[in-house]
């Protein structure tokens, strides 16, 4: 017989934060089916940018006149262009590079913009009004404009991509992060926290970030497609990505002039990933919400 107190032989045992974790995405992502759509597409993505280069039939820099711009065939199943390269292996290693801008973007403007707006919104006065002007300022160009004359001006390197890209999304996730860090200062959990003698910056870190983290997740993952977009879009104008590195907006540029004389394959299928890259991200990000937000966890 058991001593009185102790649980029950064969009771269930409480799940530890990490695998209850776990466990509701597991729910969230079966329970959903274009969710779990999204998710499989995202692992798609993230195997062509981790294994790309293994996985690919030919060399993408590898050049080859005399298959030059053959048709989609078994051989080459997206085709070849006009030097010859195999376009499908350009398409998978292109995936490694544009998620690399997209991911370290969103992180530093998440990273940037959210701690700055969380400030702002929870001490007011000086530090919301500097983080305010800094958006404003940011949201009086065309961001896309912007961030071509930051490339122009820094030059159209990788790291000066990612910085324009973070720079243009910084008011989004300011003022995000602004807008629900000022409702929430005042809230009783806060109070509770400051009655126990934390310290303002405890506060913010581990009573307001968790609370407003779903919605920047969600955020995150509308950046994400934005951010592959920006990339793709100054590479498309000459002032991203050098060739004949393989990326998605000089594959579509480099094809844009081939469509006149019937060579659509070209810039068909670098723009069709480029499509389903932006598609997945903007389709994940209601299921991130549901991943993260501590309300809708049973």
């Given amino acids: 017989m058991s001593a009185s107190g102790s649980p029950a032989l064969g009771a269930a045992r409480p799940r530890s934060g990490v695998s209850a974790t776990l466990a509701h995405a597991g729910t969230v992502v079966s329970g959903n089916p274009v969710t779990g759509f999204a998710f499989a597409l995202l692992l798609g993505l993230v195997a062509c940018a981790a294994l790309g280069?293994?996985?690919?039939?030919?060399?993408?820099?590898?050049?080859?006149?005399?298959?030059?711009?053959?048709?989609?065939?078994?051989?080459?199943?997206?085709?070849?262009?006009?030097?010859?390269?195999?376009?499908?292996?350009?398409?998978?290693?292109?995936?490694?590079?544009?998620?690399?801008?997209a991911v370290f973007s969103v992180a530093l403007v998440f990273v940037a913009g959210g701690l700055a707006g969380i400030m702002a919104g929870f001490f007011g006065g000086w530090t919301d009004r500097i983080v305010g002007r800094l958006a404003d300022t940011i949201m009086a160009f065309p961001l896309f404009v912007l961030?071509?004359?930051?490339v122009?001006?820094?030059?159209?390197?990788?790291?000066?991509?990612?910085?324009?890209?973070?720079?243009?999304?910084?008011?989004?996730?300011?003022?995000?992060?602004?807008?629900?860090?000022?409702?929430?200062r005042n809230a009783g959990f806060v109070m509770a926290a400051r009655l126990t003698g934390n310290t303002d910056?405890?506060?913010?870190?581990t009573s307001i970030l968790p609370n407003i983290l779903p919605l920047?997740?969600?955020?995150?993952?509308?950046?994400?497609?934005?951010?592959?977009?920006?990339a793709a879009g100054l590479s498309f104008?000459?002032?991203?990505?050098?060739?004949?590195?393989p990326e998605w907006g000089i594959m579509v540029a480099e094809g844009a002039g081939f469509i006149v004389s019937g060579e659509w394959w070209i810039a068909l299928f670098p723009g069709?990933?480029?499509?389903?890259?932006?598609?997945c991200f903007n389709l994940i990000g209601d299921g991130l919400r549901d991943i993260v937000d501590p309300q809708r966890r049973t």
Avoid: K
């Avoid at 999304?169 to 000022?182: H, S």
């Avoid at 910056?201 to 870190?205: N, W």
């Fill in 201 to 205: 910056l405890r506060i913010v870190l």
């Fill in 53 to 101: 280069p293994s996985l690919v039939p030919y060399d993408p820099l590898a050049s080859d006149t005399s298959v030059a711009l053959q048709a989609p065939s078994l051989a080459h199943p997206f085709g070849t262009d006009q030097l010859g390269r195999d376009i499908l292996s350009r398409v998978v290693v292109a995936a490694r590079l544009d998620l690399a801008i």
């Fill in 152 to 184: 122009a001006a820094l030059g159209n390197t990788v790291g000066n991509i990612v910085l324009a890209t973070a720079i243009i999304n910084f008011p989004l996730y300011a003022r995000l992060a602004r807008a629900e860090a000022a409702q929430r």
């Fill in 147 to 150: 961030a071509m004359g930051i």
């Fill in 216 to 230: 920047m997740m969600v955020q995150m993952s509308l950046t994400m497609g934005y951010a592959i977009l920006n």
């Fill in 272 to 279: 069709l990933a480029l499509m389903l890259a932006v598609f």
């Fill in 237 to 245: 104008i000459g002032l991203g990505v050098r060739p004949p590195t």
